[in-house]
């Protein structure tokens, strides 16, 4: 970091850079997905590999870096798990087979204030 540096918001020199090496450890959630695995390159907040690289103003709490990010891609095939992918593709209900609608449910009835339950 260069040490005339100032934040891109309000102007401090107070900056700190945080590095850290996390090799395979990484764990971000985003949009109710979750990567494991080495830090990804398009959350800036590193150049990929084993580190993550963060810069922080002391003075205000402003993230510097480009901003904002393209949207990553958290498919499974970037090593997300995401479990709304997961819904969409479940085509069979609790018995194991395909949910063909025709099952009836039990129908659960809550009890009238002042009766108890069977």
Do not use: H
């Amino acid at each position: 970091m260069d040490k005339d540096a100032k934040c891109k918001k309000c102007q401090s020199p107070r900056l700190a850079e945080i590095l850290a090496k996390c090799s395979d450890c990484c764990q971000i959630v985003y949009n109710g997905a979750t990567y494991e695995g080495y830090p990804p390159e398009d959350f800036g907040i590193g150049e990929g590999g084993d580190d993550v690289a963060i810069t922080l103003c002391l003075n205000c709490g402003q993230v510097q870096g480009k901003w904002p990010r393209p949207e990553p891609d958290i498919s499974e095939e970037a090593g997300w798990d995401n479990p709304a992918e997961e819904e969409e593709d479940e085509d069979e209900d609790e018995d194991g087979d395909e949910d063909d609608g025709d099952e009836e449910e039990e129908e659960k009835k809550m009890p009238k204030k002042g009766e108890w339950p069977e």
